[in-house]
């Protein structure tokens, strides 16, 4: 049975850093394309970061960049969203996302609120 859980998410102040988890079964993420999205209240789901399968290609939103860092754990199946300098317009909903030819798996999100 596939499963995307994602942790991490909470409550910090402008300026902080948090680190997203994403804990996959059922399916090996290597394999897939693995990405972070995002959608704020009233807007729609926006593509924050990605790291390619079979390899460590990134890339990033251009409102992530410097900020924001991709990585996966091979022998952990999971795949991390490393968040620093964080502002209140990173507030949204988090979610993880591993796609291949054939599949599409999402996980239910986890909520980043940016505020003081």
């Known amino acids: 049975q596939v499963q995307i859980v994602e942790s991490g998410g909470g409550l910090v102040q402008p300026g902080g850093s948090l680190r997203l988890s994403c804990a996959a079964s059922?399916?090996?993420?290597?394999?897939?394309?693995m990405n972070w999205y995002r959608q704020a209240p009233g807007k729609e789901r926006e593509l924050v970061a990605s790291?390619?399968?079979?390899?460590?290609?990134?890339n990033y939103a251009d409102s992530v960049k410097g900020r924001f860092t991709i990585s996966r754990d091979n022998a952990k199946n999971t795949v991390y969203l490393q968040m620093n300098s964080l502002k209140p317009e990173d507030t949204a909903v988090y979610y993880c996302?591993?796609?291949?030819?054939?599949?599409?798996?999402w996980g239910r999100g986890t909520q980043v609120t940016v505020s003081s």
């Open positions: 996302n591993g796609r291949s030819y054939l599949y599409d798996y």
């Open positions: 059922g399916f090996i993420v290597s394999r897939y394309v």
């Open positions: 790291i390619s399968s079979y390899g460590d290609n990134t």
